[in-house]
């Protein structure tokens, strides 16, 4: 299997073609095939139409009958049930803080082909900003625009590498700090350099006015390397040449859900296991199990 995501490709690929905007279409065709589930979690009627348009892509499976082992392929079973419970898990985050919390200002940092402003059901009045590197987002337009897609929140495509400064191409494209935010970092910290991870939180603890909040991934594994033969880091690799651990920034992360709690943030930590009890179905722990230091943390800040 051609290797579509070396360490060199994560920063010459800007699209979805390698490097780490491949991502983006794994979690796509992960959406898909839970898409078609009879259970499904979250449905999303464009990520099939996004794996089919990219070449890197138009071979894999959409739907789980076209994956010859089925749910026990480790990669189209259980790796996309966790981003099928993910999707749902963060759909539900976000619009409890939209709704519920007041938040208008929806931010996806690392959107890649997440099509939550056109799937789900926003207050009047909400805007979504998508941030991602500008080669994920033109093809991203390019697919959706070809479907006539309409978004049902006003919505607004921030195209700028988040370890530079993203906050001047926020604001001007509308981000408005002094109103309730709501902001996810869904798949995305484990392959930003520890600093711009710190950089990433000091910035959106300053953007985001009380009653704000923020839901986001990380992996709290010491060594990553440790679960490098799980069945899951070993499929992604054989069956569509994308080596996580590669891509993945391998130094010791900052441990963001303390900062925020410094700054005042009200934070809790979940493990997905404890959403697929919740849900009654997804991942369960298992041995080498490379989702074993993956954690889902909430936050939001008080209002005084
Ligand atoms: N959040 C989306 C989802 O869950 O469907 C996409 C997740 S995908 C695994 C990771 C995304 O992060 C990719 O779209 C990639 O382009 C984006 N990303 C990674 N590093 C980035 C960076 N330095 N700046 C902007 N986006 C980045």
Known sequence: M???ADAEGTDRVDGVDGGVGVTALLVAAARAIETHRHDALARDEYAEQF???APASAGWPVRMRQVPDGDANPLWG???RYFGLRTRVLDDFLLSSAHSGGARQV????AGLDTRAFRLDWPSG???FEIDRKGVLAFKHQVLDGLSASPRAARVTV?????EDWVGALCDAGFEPTAPSVWSAEGLLFYLPPAAETNLFERIDRLSTEGSALAFEVKLDRDLLEHRDSPLYTATAEQIGIDLLKLFDRNPRPDSAGALMDKGW?????TPYDFTLLHGRG???EENDALAGNRWVFATKPRP
């Open 78 to 80: 259980r790796f996309a």
């Open 159 to 163: 195209p700028i590498d988040l370890r």
């Open 2 to 4: 051609k290797d579509l």
């Open 107 to 110: 931010v996806l940092l690392g």
């Open 51 to 53: 794996v089919r348009a």
């Open 283 to 285: 991942p369960l722990p």
């Open 126 to 128: 909400s805007v979504v």
């Open 266 to 270: 009200s934070t809790s930590v979940h």
